[in-house]
């Protein structure tokens, strides 16, 4: 391979409206050629051990998966390298990931070899007294954007109370007839999807990869449309729909509803289908390259007049949803900010010259299996 690899990024998991939210088990199939499950604390070098070997493969040619932890964008839950089946994830809380076919697919790799325990006991008051901090600091947040998502949900029923449903139908119906013109139902084929998060809400506020997600000969449908006008169920009826064709899809949950979807990609048609709305927005228009964008506008659906009646109540929770999204965020940096007085504590600790030969070895394999 002579081109550097491609960087796609994701999230497996979320500081959602409902609490966190994992979905571990789509980041590799269970089949996979090769999963390397990472212990130790933290500060250890997990994720500076992903990175580096992502940057080798990547150099190599290989296109790599990055799948960023929501409460640490900057670090790593996992590294993916799909063609050749081979990922390793960070193991310790809260992912908690354990071998599924131990020697057959799984192995643990034990960063927590290579500290020395003396330096770190003497700081057990430290370090509980920083876990306990921090906590705190992750409940409040959650609480905060449990109360967003109450007030998003009554912005959400204003406008729903308004709509066409009559012009909604039509327009979905048609969308969905468009998008998967020319597919053949293919009943022999189980429908396959994988359900990741494209975006997340982080200590550095509301973060979206959906940019590294979106190849330039893709369609890309960007659907808008103020809360309630129904955006996510539009995109969660052509998943059902594109499945039924026994069609592969990759589904992105949305942090602030994750029951919901916020991005649809149907490989096989290079379609991409997303949620270019409130309370968050991603304009498709600024990527470089595309050869087609299509919006649909689902705001035309909405009766004015009888939302204009509640325009005041309407507005006030908006404005409430905002404020206490931020408020929400303001405390998951928090409990980043605990989180990183707690690894200085390890990271004196470790023998990062052992974790470099570690990383060396494991990069031998991977290689192996290529």
């Known amino acids: 391979m002579s081109e550097k690899g491609r960087i796609r990024k994701m999230f497996p998991g979320g500081n ?3 609490g966190p939210k994992f979905l571990f088990q ?19 070098g997990k994720s500076t051990l992903m990175n580096a070997i992502s940057r080798e493969m990547v150099d190599k040619g290989y296109d790599v998966e990055h799948i960023h932890c929501a409460s640490d964008p900057d670090s790593l839950d996992a590294l993916v390298i799909p063609e050749i089946g081979v990922a390793l994830m960070d193991g310790t809380a809260p992912h908690i990931t354990d071998p599924k076919y131990p020697g057959a697919v799984d192995e643990i790799i034990n960063l927590g070899e290579f500290w020395d325990e003396s330096k770190i006991t003497p700081f057990k008051k430290e370090i509980m007294e920083i876990n306990k901090k921090g906590n705190m600091h992750f409940e409040t947040a959650f609480s905060l954007l449990k109360q967003s ?11 729903e109370e308004s709509i066409n449903k009559a012009e909604y139908n039509r327009i979905s119906r048609q969308l969905v007839e468009n998008i998967l013109e020319g597919a053949v139902p293919n009943n022999h084929a189980a429908p396959q999807s ?3 998060f494209a975006s997340a809400i982080t200590p550095k506020g509301v973060l979206d990869y ?7 000969d893709m369609k890309v449908i960007s659907i808008k449309g103020m809360p309630g006008t129904g955006v ?3 995109i969660e009826r052509i998943a059902q729909e594109a499945e039924e064709y026994g069609l592969y899809t990759e589904q992105f949950h949305c942090p602030f509803e994750p029951e919901k979807l916020d991005m649809l990609i149907i490989p096989t048609f290079r379609t991409v289908v997303m949620n270019s709305s ?10 470089e390259g595309l050869n087609q964008i299509d919006e649909v506008d689902l705001d035309i659906c909405i009766h004015k007049d009888s939302l204009n009646e509640y325009e005041e109540e309407r507005a006030d929770a908006e404005k409430r949803c905002h404020e206490l999204l931020e ?5 998951l940096a928090k409990a980043k900010a605990a989180h990183g007085a707690k690894e200085k504590y390890y990271f004196q600790a470790m023998d990062y010259n052992k974790v470099e030969k570690k990383r060396n070895e494991i990069l031998k394999r991977i290689l192996s299996y290529a």
């Open 194 to 196: 994988r359900h990741l």
């Open 327 to 331: 408020k929400g965020i303001e405390y």
């Open 232 to 234: 996510k169920e539009l």
């Open 26 to 44: 789509y980041i590799i199939r269970p089949d996979a050629t090769r999963i390397f499950i990472i212990k130790g604390g933290p500060g250890v």
């Open 16 to 18: 959602t409206t409902v």
């Open 278 to 287: 409130q309370p968050y927005h991603f304009d498709p228009g600024k990527l």
């Open 149 to 159: 998502r109450m007030a998003y949900d009554q912005w959400k029923w204003y406008v």
């Open 210 to 216: 959906k940019d590294t997600l979106i190849d330039n």
